[in-house]
Nanobody
Framework: QVRLVESGGGSVQAVGSLILSCVPS????????MGWFRQGLGKKREGVAS???????RYADSVKGRFTISQDNAKKTLYLQMNSLKPEDTAMYYC??????????????????WGQGTQVSVSL
C-alpha cells in the first residue's frame, strides 16, 4: 500500500474552479491506475475520474467536459482540475491507487490505497 495525501479542496461558488492535488508516498504508483472518487453526504462513494499506466482516462458522465485528471511525474503529483462547478459536486473527494496497471472499473473496491480526503463545497 501507499500513503496518499490530497490537498486543494475548499469552498467555491457555482461555475467556479478548483484544482485538487494528490501526492503518493511512493511515486511509482503514478505509473499505475489511480483515480479520484467523491462521496456526498448520505451518498455512496462514486468514481469521478481515473488514469491508468497506459494513460487511458475515464470520467464519470456527470463530470465529462468539466473535470480533467492529469499527472505530473516530475512533481510526483496527480491532479483533478474541476471547472464549471455545480452545487451537486459538493462532496469529500478522495485520491486512490489500485496497484494495477489498468483501471478495470470505477468500483471503489478495485482500489487498495486511499487518501484522507479533501472537502469541496459549491454554493449557488
Amino acid at each position: 500500500q501507499v500513503r496518499l495525501v490530497e490537498s486543494g479542496g475548499g469552498s467555491v461558488q457555482a461555475v467556479g474552479s478548483l484544482i485538487l492535488s494528490c501526492v503518493p508516498s511512493d511515486d511509482t504508483y503514478l505509473h499505475y491506475c489511480m483515480g479520484w472518487f467523491r462521496q456526498g453526504l448520505g451518498k455512496k462513494r462514486e468514481g469521478v475520474a481515473s488514469i491508468d499506466g497506459h494513460g487511458n482516462i475515464r470520467y464519470a458522465d456527470s463530470v465529462k467536459g468539466r473535470f480533467t485528471i492529469s499527472q505530473d511525474n516530475a512533481k510526483k503529483t496527480l491532479y483533478l482540475q474541476m471547472n464549471s462547478l455545480k452545487p451537486e459536486d459538493t462532496a469529500m473527494y478522495y485520491c486512490a491507487a489500485s496497484g494495477a496497471y489498468y483501471c478495470n472499473s470505477p468500483n471503489p473496491r478495485e482500489y487498495k490505497s486511499w487518501g484522507q480526503g479533501t472537502q469541496v463545497s459549491v454554493s449557488l
